[in-house]
Structure formats: C-alpha cells, structure tokens
C-alpha cells in the first residue's frame, strides 16, 4: 500500500512538501502548504592567524555552525486565511526545537529545528493570500553526561 502525497491548492501533488512537528502544535504537527521553498546555509568556523615573514595566514578548522534555514512560501485559502495566520502563529509560539520533516534537510542531515524568526510580509492585489518567511537554525540532541 503506497502513501498517496499531498495535494496543492491547485490540485497537483506536492513534490517536498515540509511537516514539522511537536506536541505544543494542534494536532501535534504543521503541514506547510504548497511546498514551500527551503535554502539551507552551512559556515564554518576558521581562526585565521598571521605568520611572520610569510604571505598569508595560517588557518585552523574550529568547527562547522548550525545550518541556517530558510522556508519561505505562501499560504492561500478561499477565503481570509484566519486558520493559515492561526497555525503560523501557534508555530513560532513554540518555545523548543521542532522536528522537520523534508527532502533536502533530510538529506543535509537535519531533523530538528529551532525557529528563530516569522516574517509575514503584504501581499498585493490578493487578500486571501499569506506569504510566509521562517528563520530557522538546524539543532542537534546531544546528550550530557554528568560524572563526578
């Protein structure tokens, strides 16, 4: 038995849809709509330091960052999106990290994440339409061990 995908308001399937869950959600996840558009940046973290008598620097490895994330994408409905604004309200309410269901995060390794940031910008000539843009970092459990 083949899980069917999910449908756009268009009626197409969507291709990488995004889920995200946690219990604080309703219904415990969030299903953005329409596939929204995921970029994904990795920096890392390089001391550079000056050697005498010689161009350049000497440049040590400290570590990779968090991915940064960005999901942007636009919610439509038929009408005012009350429910779209509700559930996009309720997603950066969270206070914890989340985790993040999608191709190409899965494929960089990311199954968590913490949202840092909503933007909910006008869109013109359609009221009935809500475009969207979360900033989000890639988040890793780890577990502490206390010895004495």
Do not use: C
Not at 8 to 31: E, I, N
Not at 129 to 135: F, K, L
């Amino acid at each position: 038995m083949t899980q069917e995908a999910p449908i756009s308001v268009l009626g197409t399937p969507l291709m990488w849809p995004l889920t995200l869950r946690h219990p604080a959600l309703p219904g415990g996840l969030l299903l953005l709509p329409d596939a929204p558009l995921v970029n994904i940046n990795l920096q890392k973290t390089i001391v550079t330091t000056p050697v005498a008598g010689r161009n350049g620097t000497f440049k040590e490895l400290i570590s990779a960052e968090d991915w940064q994330i960005d999901i942007r994408g636009v919610w439509a409905a038929d009408a005012y999106p009350t429910e779209a604004l509700d559930a996009l309200r309720n997603l950066i309410a969270v206070d914890a990290t989340l985790d993040v269901e999608h191709v190409k995060l899965a494929h960089a390794g990311i199954t968590r994440i913490a949202i840092q940031s909503l933007n909910l910008p006008d869109f013109e000539g359609a009221e009935d339409w809500i475009p969207y843009q979360i900033s989000a970092i890639s988040d890793t459990p780890y577990e502490l061990e206390i010895t004495e």
